[in-house]
């Protein structure tokens, strides 16, 4: 339980430094075109959505296990990397930076070529569900 209490700690920790380090740094306005197309705020928003549905899983779902996990697989080699539980939020980080840096990117692409910032936002899409997959995959490995 101790263990669970300090994970949480830390995965927040985490989120607030990245949350504090966008909010900070990257100074965009809302009321810009790109992110007033419904297109763009649906994919978005779905991206988003499946980032936090690939947290909750990889939180509530947790290994409990006293050795390294199976964090990659290899239909080849088979078992290729082990490592601790908490390196497997990885996969949900590596999802967010990609969320906000191809939101940024689109912001900028918009005005001069809509087709790649359409690009880009479908791309944050399509990456969430490998990444949630992959996830998926990794628990019921260990499980």
Known sequence: MQQQEKLLKVILRRFMILLSFVSSGIKITI???????????????????MNLVNWIYLIENRVKSDYPIILHYNLFY???????????FLLPT?????????????????????????????????????LL???????????
């Open 94 to 130: 590596v999802g967010l930076i990609v969320i906000i840096l191809n939101s940024f990117l689109g912001h900028i692409f918009y005005q001069r070529e809509r087709l790649a910032s359409y690009i880009l936002t479908l791309n944050d899409f399509l990456v969430q569900a490998i």
């Open 31 to 49: 009321k810009k075109p790109y992110w007033q197309d419904s297109e763009v705020s649906a994919v978005l928003f779905a991206s988003g959505l």
């Open 133 to 143: 997959i992959s996830s998926y995959l990794i628990i019921r490995a260990n499980s």
């Open 78 to 88: 088979g078992v290729d990397f082990l490592g601790d539980y908490e390196k497997i």
